[in-house]
């Protein structure tokens, strides 16, 4: 009886096929820096502390109202450090979010809305390895936003007011050889407070086509966050918010540097991160992708 020859296995993939070595990290990070977008936010950051810059010099020195007691607004002017606190005082909450949602919110969404992902897909590029490559740079760009805006600050605020100790609102002095590292702790904080905003702009990222929706949702739930804080009414409930440790990067310009408050937020904003990341992670693995 014969019997019929045995085929050789077929191969899992082309010879010379490396899953590690498609959509590298460079390569995506050369078409974002590119992209329009991303030049007109670079220069909407760095044109607002000479913005500001120019509304002190047109209405003068700034003064509080003395009610609320003296703010960082007070001290803009007295030297770069100052100045460069002011501007992340002013644009923490809300300015710096927009740029995070719009790198994250903006990566895959938009991949979409050109009908390219489908095809990204099809080079073959393993799908966790387009959303990781594709979530790092938007990070990359995310953090160099949030740097770019107080870097441009502290430049400017130099040349304009000179150098010299950062001047506390409450009293009292932080050298100007001590401020620079505070500062750089405040920078950091903000970008790690950030996280909960890059993730769920990402998230949504992979769940709709429309790069608008993704940006304007995670820019909204940042609204709503900030709402809910003002609620006092929620009391305790309000710490598990990441919007109620959003200015705790305050603690670190302070004459005795406070950990515990960028401690409690900096967990509170990883453990939405996380979530969020693996929610998008697992939800695009088993996405119909269309387009």
């Known amino acids: 009886m014969s019997t019929l020859p045995t085929l050789p296995p077929a191969r899992a993939s082309a010879p010379g096929y490396r899953p590690g070595r498609t959509l590298r990290l460079r390569v995506e990070a050369r078409r974002q820096v590119r992209r329009r977008r991303t030049m007109i936010v670079a220069g909407l950051l760095a044109a607002l502390p000479l913005i500001l810059m ?41 300015v710096l979010v927009v740029p995070v949602a719009l790198f994250c919110g903006d990566t895959v969404a938009s991949e979409a809305g050109w009908s390219s992902l489908r ?58 050889g001590a401020a620079l590292p505070r500062l750089a702790v405040c920078v ?19 769940v709709t086509d429309a790069p608008l929706g993704a940006v304007g949702g995670a820019v909204g739930l940042t609204i709503v966050g900030n709402v809910l804080d003002a609620v006092t009414a929620l009391g305790s409930w ?38 969020l990341t693996a929610l998008a992670f697992r939800g695009f693995r088993a996405k119909d992708v269309v387009s």
Not at 148 to 168: F, I, M, N, R, S
Not at 188 to 206: D, K, M, N, P
Not at 246 to 255: G, R, T, V, Y
């Open 54 to 94: 120019a509304a002190f010099a047109i209405g003068g020195t700034p003064n509080g109202d003395g009610r609320n007691g003296p703010t960082l607004i007070d001290t803009a002017t007295t030297s770069g450090a100052n100045f460069c606190a002011t501007c992340l005082f002013v644009s923490a909450g809300f």
């Open 119 to 176: 095809y990204l897909l099809a080079a073959p590029v393993p799908r966790a390895r387009l959303l990781g490559v594709k979530f790092a740079v938007a990070l990359g760009f995310s953090a160099a936003a949030v740097v770019l805006l107080p870097a441009v600050a502290l430049a400017a605020g130099t040349v304009a007011y000179g150098w010299g100790d950062l001047q506390l609102p409450t009293g009292g002095t932080v050298a100007a």
């Open 188 to 206: 950091g904080y903000i970008f790690v407070s950030s996280l909960v905003t890059a993730a769920f702009a990402f998230w949504l990222s992979t």
């Open 238 to 275: 309000r710490e598990a918010l990441p919007a109620h440790w959003q200015f705790s990067w305050a603690d670190a310009i302070q004459p005795d540097m406070e950990w515990s408050g960028m401690i409690e937020g900096t967990s509170v904003s990883l453990s939405y991160a996380v979530v």
